[in-house]
């Protein structure tokens, strides 16, 4: 009778710690949802800022310097290329 009285002791006791992991999972997962939407955010700032940065930096090669007009030429010609095999690949 100990036996069963201990096994059913057990049994209650693995069923708490079940339910207070599942909590500790579900709020994890919580959490984790939480820090990968403040990840796409801050990624999506990210790439805004470094667009901003890629247009300040044609705009001032377009300024007067030489050697800032020809990296920005050569900036604006990778980005038709980049649009040239895009539209490629969307005839395929």
Do not use: C, F, W
Not at 32 to 47: D, G, K, Y
Not at 67 to 90: K, S, W, Y
Request: proline residues 1%; aromatic residues 2%; charged residues 30%.
């Amino acid at each position: 009778m100990d036996a069963l009285n201990n096994l059913e002791q057990n049994i209650h006791t693995l069923l708490s710690r079940y339910a207070s992991l599942q909590q500790v999972n579900t709020r994890l997962q919580e959490e984790n949802e939480e820090q990968r939407r403040e990840i796409m955010r801050t990624h999506a700032e990210l790439v805004e800022l470094q667009n901003q940065y890629k247009s300040l930096r044609i705009a001032k090669g377009l300024s007067e310097d030489p050697e800032q007009q020809d990296i920005a030429r050569r900036h604006i010609n990778n980005i038709i290329n980049q649009i040239d095999r895009v539209l490629e690949i969307l005839r395929q």
